[in-house]
């Protein structure tokens, strides 16, 4: 089974800074999908930002960009520009790439952003 | 609003009770999801519809838990003689099939408290 990790169960950043979130995973597998979802306090969670294996660029949107090292199995989520809104739980997620491997989406445990003014 | 509907949004129960929780997926999303997330974890699968077929099934789905999706549209998740373990936030999320990029939308979940 594919395991995602987050090492970091809590960050800071001061509005306006960068910060990296960072996150690892295991897999055998050659193509597969990975994907940042944000979680605000007592809201739903929505995707930030996703990544396609077999795609060499990075994925950026807008302030939200990631470092997917394949090799290394690692994607972190960079956030510029820091704004009170980033302030949430985020969760990193690894999805298998067909139907042969399952469709879930594997999380970690998530990394609590907190944003001061 | 035409994003993934959960209801209730909080239920509270008492040990033993049966408790069922709906979702309402995004209208042409064939796909569908149940997870459960506990206090300080991500997400964990439960299952998987594709359209009426219940295609996949976690070891987290004991006896007690049954899904359903009767007519491709709508999903009933229901537990029988709930326990105090079962106390989590229950997550819905729906796709398409064969569009985007494996993403899938998350409604807002209900939170169950056993008691």
């Known amino acids: 089974a594919q395991t995602v990790t987050q090492s970091q169960p809590e960050m800071s950043v001061q509005e306006a800074e960068t910060v990296t979130l960072s996150c690892t995973y295991d897999?055998?597998?050659?193509?597969?999908?990975l994907f940042w979802y944000k979680q605000p306090p007592s809201r739903q969670m929505i995707l930030v930002i996703r990544?396609?294996?077999?795609?060499?660029q990075n994925a950026t949107e807008n302030r939200f960009s990631v470092n997917f090292q394949k090799a290394a199995k690692s994607f972190s989520l960079k956030i510029s520009d820091s704004q009170l809104g980033d302030a949430a739980m985020y969760f990193c997620?690894?999805?298998?790439?067909?139907?042969?491997?399952?469709?879930?989406?594997?999380f970690g445990k998530g990394t609590s952003l907190l944003v001061t003014p | 609003d035409t994003g993934v509907s959960q209801n209730p949004r909080h239920k509270i129960t008492k040990r033993g009770q049966n408790v069922t929780f709906r979702c309402d997926p995004i209208?042409?999303?064939?796909?569908l999801y149940w997870y459960r997330q506990t206090l300080g974890q991500g997400p964990e699968f439960l299952t998987y519809?594709?359209?009426?077929?219940?295609?996949?099934k976690s070891r987290l789905l004991s006896d007690r838990f049954s899904a359903e999706r009767p007519k491709g549209s709508f999903s009933t998740l229901e537990i029988q003689r709930t326990e105090q373990g079962d106390s989590a936030m229950y997550l819905c999320?729906?796709?398409?099939?064969?569009?985007?990029?494996?993403?899938?939308?998350f409604g807002p979940g209900t939170r169950l408290t056993v008691l």
């Open positions: 209208s042409e999303h064939n796909r």
């Open positions: 897999t055998s597998e050659s193509d597969y999908y």
């Open positions: 999320a729906s796709s398409p099939v064969g569009g985007g990029a494996g993403e899938q939308f």
């Open positions: 519809f594709q359209n009426e077929a219940q295609l996949e």
């Open positions: 997620a690894y999805r298998a790439p067909n139907s042969n491997s399952g469709y879930a989406l594997n």
């Open positions: 990544q396609e294996a077999y795609k060499q």
